[in-house]
């Protein structure tokens, strides 16, 4: 998935501070796009972790999704309710760019 940095990241190779990019760039991504990434590097536990306590509507729709990759629909439709979203009936793939979308633009671990 691409974020848009792909020119900074360019830069920041070209330049010799790729590491300085990495760090900064993790600094800055919310708490749901954590989970998010975490999810789609194999963690379904830990983006679990990231966003099961909190209380806010995209954690929930962020879980909801969680279920959705798990199979467990009843669970995922519980989550969706709390999050205030339509039951997502599109791919998984699509859910999780919607996501990313949405909520890419939250501030830093705002819960």
């Known amino acids: 998935m691409s974020d848009g940095r ?3 990241l360019s830069l ?3 330049t010799g501070t790729v590491w300085l990019y990495l760090e900064r760039s993790m600094e800055t991504k ?3 796009i954590q989970a998010l990434e975490a999810e789609q590097r194999g963690d379904w536990k830990g983006a679990h972790e990231l ?3 909190l209380v806010t ?3 929930a729709w962020v879980h909801a999704y969680l279920h959705r990759v798990e199979g467990d629909e009843s669970n995922a439709t519980y989550w969706y309710n709390r999050a205030v979203q339509p039951v997502c009936a599109t791919s998984l793939a699509g ?3 919607t996501l ?3 909520l890419a633009p ?3 671990n705002d819960n």
């Open 95 to 97: 859910e999780w760019d």
């Open 6 to 8: 792909s020119n900074d």
């Open 106 to 108: 939250i501030g830093r």
């Open 100 to 102: 990313y979308r949405e």
């Open 51 to 53: 966003v099961q306590g």
């Open 30 to 32: 919310n708490v749901y």
């Open 12 to 14: 920041a190779v070209a």
């Open 57 to 59: 509507a995209e954690a």
